[in-house]
């Protein structure tokens, strides 16, 4: 899971244990450190929230492929992850970008009427 935090706390090996609270950025850097599929990194950015929330995407991602395929390979799982978040990306744009028949069907009609509309408005002034 993705956390944050602002100075990691230490255990008894000195080892960093990172935060599961809120996100907090350095002050004089403005970064934020999170841990997606256990590494850290030290991102910068204007909204630490987001990043946190992008931050956890990522990491449910790669747990996600993690647990559907054999490998261990942090790098393959990263990239899997990034091909089905392309995914995801691709068809909601192509959703967006085409609109449905429902809206595409009360657009013709909203257009009709104005055309009328305006044409009974040339008649009469």
Do not use: C, W
Not at 15 to 21: G, M, S, T
Not at 71 to 79: F, G
Not at 82 to 106: F, V
């Amino acid at each position: 899971m993705a956390t944050a935090s602002k100075e990691p706390p230490t255990d008894a090996l000195t080892k960093p244990v990172l935060a599961k609270d809120a996100p907090a950025t350095n002050g004089v850097s403005g970064s934020v450190r999170v841990e997606i599929f256990d590494q850290v990194y030290n991102l910068r950015g204007s909204d630490a929230d987001y990043i946190l929330k992008l931050a956890e995407y990522v990491d449910g991602k790669m747990r996600a492929v993690s647990e559907q395929t054999a490998t261990v390979d942090s790098v393959r799982l990263a990239v899997l992850a990034a091909l089905n978040i392309a995914d995801e990306y691709h068809l909601l744009k192509r959703r967006l970008e085409k609109p449905s028949p429902e809206a595409q069907q009360r657009a013709s009609k909203l257009a009709s009427a104005l055309d009328e509309v305006l044409q009974d408005t040339r008649r009469t002034g």
